[in-house]
Nanobody
Framework: QVQLAESGGGLVQQGGSLRLSCAAS???FSWGWHRQAPVKQRELV?????????NYADSVKGRFTISRDNAKNTVYLQMNSLKPEDTAVYYC??????????WGRGTQVTVSS
């Protein structure tokens, strides 16, 4: 597996912004950000293969932007106009063509009303 290091979570007021980062120890084919709120199932928030191939959950479209820096083996999730319902643990997921699927440990995002 690829080692992943997430950062950028925290506490923010409603309407605020946060940027999550996830750095990998090797080259990644595709990335995803997932989240899990208490007593809810983990859900896909956004995914990216390249700049032209991105996918977003309906609940975050127009507010979140996923991007990647291949030179740094890093993916970002820019989260704007945050809502209390965005509160969750956010997990980075990375797929390597040689090492398969890997998950980060998660970073807490809390949005206060």
């Amino acid at each position: 597996q690829v080692q992943l290091a997430e950062s950028g979570g925290g506490l923010v007021q409603q309407g605020g912004s946060l940027r999550l980062s996830c750095a990998a120890s090797g080259s990644i084919f595709s990335w995803g950000w997932h989240r899990q709120a208490p007593v809810k199932q983990r859900e896909l928030v956004a995914s990216i293969i390249n700049r032209e191939q991105t996918n977003y959950a309906d609940s975050v479209k127009g507010r979140f932007t996923i991007s990647r820096d291949n030179a740094k083996n890093t993916v970002y999730l820019q989260m704007n106009s945050l809502k209390p319902e965005d509160t969750a643990v956010y997990y980075c997921n990375a797929f390597s063509l040689t090492l398969g699927d890997s998950w980060g440990r998660g970073t807490q995002v809390t949005v206060s009303s």
